[in-house]
Nanobody, 121 residues
Framework: QVQLVESGGGLVQAGNSLKLACAVSGRTSSRFVVGWMRQPPGKERELVGAIEWSDGTTYYADAVKGRFTISRDNAKNTVDLQMNSLKSEDTAVYYC??????????????WGQGTQVTVSS
């Protein structure tokens, strides 16, 4: 059973940076994608981006492209979400998610518990 545990959320001022981390355990498939979803207050969940575990190929939503970076550390089994130039609209609960492949619209089998990111303007 895949388990995902997020860390690193918090309160940050607009324009600043924050990094989230996701610890991944229980992965058994060679084909594996880890992503980040977020749910802003009063809105539906949306895909932030994802990374292919095998070769590091990344995908980003237009709203975060150029500001957010997803990376993975195969040795540590972690996936990081580096968020720069944060805006108030980035305020959301961020979830680490995973599945065998990325599909659009996004659908993930495995979810972390979520971590709150609040950007103050």
């Amino acid at each position: 059973q895949v388990q995902l545990v997020e860390s690193g959320g918090g309160l940050v001022q607009a324009g600043n940076s924050l990094k989230l981390a996701c610890a991944v355990s229980g992965r058994t498939s060679s084909r594996f994608v880890v992503g980040w979803m977020r749910q802003p207050p009063g809105k539906e969940r949306e895909l932030v981006g994802a990374i292919e575990w095998s070769d590091g190929t990344t995908y980003y939503a237009d709203a975060v492209k150029g500001r957010f970076t997803i990376s993975r550390d195969n040795a540590k089994n972690t996936v990081d979400l580096q968020m720069n130039s944060l805006k108030s609209e980035d305020t959301a609960v961020y979830y680490c998610v995973a599945d065998r492949k990325l599909v659009l619209p996004p659908k993930f089998t495995f979810w972390g518990q979520g971590t709150q990111v609040t950007v103050s303007s």
